[in-house]
């Protein structure tokens, strides 16, 4: 499916792999629509695009009643929408009993009710356009469930099985579903300084940059791609090596298990902090935190 003067809603659009798909894409020629809780990170996002082709909505993807407001405001602004891309995702980690029952409930509500929410109201107006796309990014963490990541690895392995749910479903109709796998990737969720952690102790994780994975995703929608991995050659083979050779994942999970505890209270931290200094507005639940 070619980008040009499509109108694209991505979620999680103020930063990482979501910012980066929007210049990609915009550079295509694509309208953009970004979605994120952050209105001073999506303008920094929208204002190196083409103004008269982006659109910005804070909405918080666990508050249903701020995506009925976004839906309603795409829609007077743009009119239709041709490509949803659900991106957003927060990366709480650590033992289970580390994380609050309320943690629990938003990171899940965060990374898969938030975006089946999206996909409900978004549908009927993908289905009324000639050619459509529905773009899922789910994680290498839905295939491979390492430990430190079972909250993460939940939403993510639900993430897939209603991303290639939905792709059996609409097979043959207009709307074609593409499931996105990042592996590592250079961004917030993800930074140098939590790889050199790992290092330390004794794991290696390359990352590839945020505007690599961008151009690995928009190549897959215009190659109307079902499946794809962003990230290395090596990293392609993380969902056949899973299916295949489970052991190979014990021994894995194993190795790098100081590594993972690590990465995991690291990546917690980051989320716990960013809910935080949420406006009142865009995550009332914050304040209760
Ligand atoms: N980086 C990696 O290594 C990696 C690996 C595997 C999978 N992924 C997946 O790739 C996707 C993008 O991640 P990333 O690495 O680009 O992370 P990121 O840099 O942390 O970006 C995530 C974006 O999501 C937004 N967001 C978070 N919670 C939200 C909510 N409740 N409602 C609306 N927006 C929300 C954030 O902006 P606000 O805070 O302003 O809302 C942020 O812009 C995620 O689905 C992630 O799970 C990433």
Redesign the pocket.
Known sequence: MKLRDRVIVI????????AAFARCASNDGAALVL????RE?LERVAQALPSDRVMVCV????DYSSLVRSREEILAKKGHVDILVN?????YGGRLTDLSAEEIEYSTK??LV?PMWLTHMFLPLLRERSEAMLVN?V???GYLAMPFQSVYAAG?FGLRGFSESMSRELKGSNVHVLTAY????D????TPEMRARCLELGTRVS?IP?STAATQLVRAIERNRSMVVLGSASDRLAPMIARFAPRIVDKLAEKMSPAMSEFARLSTDWARH?RRSLPPRAGSVAKEL
């Open positions: 979620t999680g659009a103020g930063g990482g792999i979501g979605v994120g809780r952050r990170n909405a918080d993807v666990a991106n957003a995702a927060v990366g965060v990374n938030g990014v994680s290498l963490s993510k990042p592996a590592a990737i961004t917030e969720m993800n990352a945020a960013q």
